[in-house]
């Protein structure tokens, strides 16, 4: 079963995008307003003005985010099957 898609409206860094997505509304509009803080951040931090560039720097903000996370989530999972051996050796 797939959820149905619908249309938002989200405002990020003064212009308005109209998207469709199956996620849930409060997640769009979270991820939007995420992007929106962090183009404004950056934007006020640095001077600069151009979206494309902003968007680009954000982009990769959060592409840095989502490759920590999954070095992470890989050094979690192989302290986990290191913990079940553990336990699975001491139960036998």
């Known amino acids: 079963m797939t959820a149905e898609k619908k ?10 995008y109209h998207l ?3 996620e849930p509304e409060r997640r769009v509009m ?12 950056f934007a ?3 001077g600069m003005n ?11 903000q959060f592409a840095n985010q989502v490759v920590s996370l999954e070095a ?3 050094e979690d999972e192989l302290v ?3 913990l079940v051996d553990s ?6």
Do not use: C, N
């Not at 249309?7 to 308005?16: E, L, W």
């Open 20 to 22: 469709v997505s199956d």
């Open 50 to 60: 151009d979206s494309k560039k902003l968007a680009v720097l954000v982009a990769l």
């Open 80 to 82: 986990v099957r290191r």
């Open 30 to 41: 979270q991820t939007a307003d995420m992007v929106d803080a962090m183009m404004k951040e």
């Open 72 to 74: 992470q989530h890989a």
């Open 44 to 46: 006020s931090g640095s």
């Open 7 to 16: 249309k938002y409206t989200v405002k990020i860094f003064g212009d308005t």
């Open 87 to 92: 336990l699975d050796s001491t139960v036998l």
